[in-house]
């Protein structure tokens, strides 16, 4: 299973710096964010979804697993606003479900704005590892040490929550204990599960913060670090990928536009 | 072991004011417990689906789920800026596993965690009741609203539309993650562990010499 789902062959992606790749992306969803044209929304979830499959660094039908994944994304995000959107141009009225024109083309631009950003997070997410982000985070942004290693000495006790959890529902089921109908039943289900995991987690966390105390976890003065962020030539490597991207899906919009509709918003065309 | 923290935990000694600021073991509980919210967040979106077939958008009616990290960490640890720090801790379990909505869902978390906090510090940070929550709650709703405005376009439904799905959001933020949340809370609280977080503060002795 661990080895299923470690990426087969190292990219651009995977050697430029974390924090680099973090900022953008942020940027790329902010653009997709304030992208109103669905001829430019379109071309960039083609981008970016072909660009999953180059630097990503799975093999070709583990992507193609996620992609078509991406189908479900778009039908779920796009629905309401095609079933219930604001629009003139009638196409279909059942009850309270109108169809328009607008709240159609609306409803796909969401839709491929979604499969954008999910390309876009699949794209980080598949290629930075928790703890580089964090050590590149520390190095390069200066996030105060103490809240990078809380999250990774975090990471590290999870599972012994997840056992706990597994004890609990053991110890319960041995017990007999059941749980009564009713939202009063409900409320003491929950606390049954929640109230030793949280507490247990609560004292766990504790004892480990003080002794991150105690070998100076939480100090801000200057300290050397076991993995060493850089910045390197894959840097602006990873930067010219994603422009790149953004240029063609623009310049593809403008040469062989599908759907000529300059905004999709209702407000813009009264 | 526990004395390194709760300095002036002696009766007599002379009581040192709490420093401003979260401490490493704030930081630390507030995350692990966060992390472990963020697991039932993961698991929390096949509840979710489990109501869609309802009728039209009955999932939202279970949307609070989602920021009770906010509400339930700040009732444990009563401290400014723990209701951001765990909602996005929260929302960065989606990263570690691996899904293609983390850096969204991380940014939306900041958002959601701000609106919670704003409220939390519209009471001063003084006010720990089910009430503050539930309004704690309902700010992380709008926090959530805020990106979906220009996401999903949200503004241009059908006004009913609109106010249905949002209301109905917003009841179930003050229903679980803020009278839920309080509930789990005073529970936790019964169990003497949130003593750990917040050790005997100067007013306690203050108030034993009386």
């Known amino acids: 299973m661990k080895k299923w789902l470690n990426p087969s062959f190292t990219t651009w992606m995977h050697r430029a710096n974390p924090v680099l790749k973090l900022v953008l992306v942020i940027l790329l969803f902010f653009v997709a964010l304030f992208t109103h044209r669905l001829d430019f929304m379109f071309y960039q ?226 | 072991m526990q004395e390194s923290l709760n300095q002036g935990n002696r009766p007599g000694a002379p009581i040192p004011a709490q420093r401003r600021g979260l401490k490493l073991s704030d930081i630390l509980v507030t995350i692990l417990v966060s992390l472990v919210l963020g697991v039932i967040y993961h698991f929390w979106s096949s509840v979710y689906k489990l109501f869609s077939p309802l009728f039209f958008q009955a999932d939202e009616l279970v949307y609070g789920m989602w920021f009770i990290a906010a509400t339930l960490v700040f009732l444990l640890i009563r401290k400014p800026g723990v209701a951001v720090l765990a909602e996005v801790a929260a929302a960065h379990v989606e990263i570690l596993f691996g899904s293609e909505w983390g850096i969204q869902l991380v940014l939306y978390s900041v958002l959601q965690g701000l609106g919670a906090e704003l409220v939390f510090a519209l009471f001063r940070y003084r006010k720990f009741s089910g009430s503050v929550a539930a309004l704690a709650g309902v700010g992380a709703s709008v926090g959530s609203l805020i990106p979906d405005i220009y996401y999903g376009y949200v503004a241009d439904y059908s006004t009913w539309m609109l106010i249905a799905k949002y209301s109905m959001r917003a009841v179930s933020s003050a229903l679980i993650a803020g009278y839920l949340a309080y509930a789990l809370a005073k529970a936790v609280e019964a169990t003497g562990v949130t003593s750990l977080l917040r050790p005997v503060a100067a007013k306690d002795y203050a108030a034993l010499e009386d």
């Open chain 1, 45 to 270: 979830a083609v981008m970016f979804t072909l660009l999953l499959f180059w630097q990503s660094g799975y093999a070709f039908w583990k992507v193609l697993l996620i992609v078509l994944s991406f189908g479900l994304v778009f039908i779920s995000s796009s629905s309401t606003m095609i079933l219930f959107g604001k629009g003139d141009e009638m196409w279909w009225e059942w009850g309270l479900i109108r169809i328009t024109e607008e709240s159609f083309y609306r409803g796909i631009h969401i839709g491929f704005k979604s499969v954008t950003f999910a390309s876009e997070g699949l794209l980080f997410v598949l290629t930075t590892s928790s703890v580089d982000l964090f050590y590149a985070l520390m190095q390069k942004v200066k996030l105060p040490p103490k809240y990078a290693y809380s999250f990774m000495a975090s990471i590290r006790l999870l599972p012994m929550v997840w056992e706990e959890f597994l004890i609990r529902r053991n110890a319960l089921r041995i017990r007999g204990a059941r749980s009564l109908k009713g939202p009063r039943g409900w409320f003491a289900g929950i606390k049954m599960y929640a109230v030793p995991l949280l507490s247990q987690s609560i004292r766990r966390a504790h004892r480990v913060a003080v002794a991150m105390e105690a070998k100076a976890f939480n100090g801000n003065g200057r300290r050397s670090y076991y993995y060493p962020s850089l910045f390197t030539r894959y840097d602006p490597l990873a930067a010219a990928v994603f422009a790149a991207a953004v240029v063609l899906a623009l310049m593809l919009s403008d040469v062989f536009p599908l759907f000529h509709i300059a905004d999709v918003r209702y407000s813009a065309n009264p």
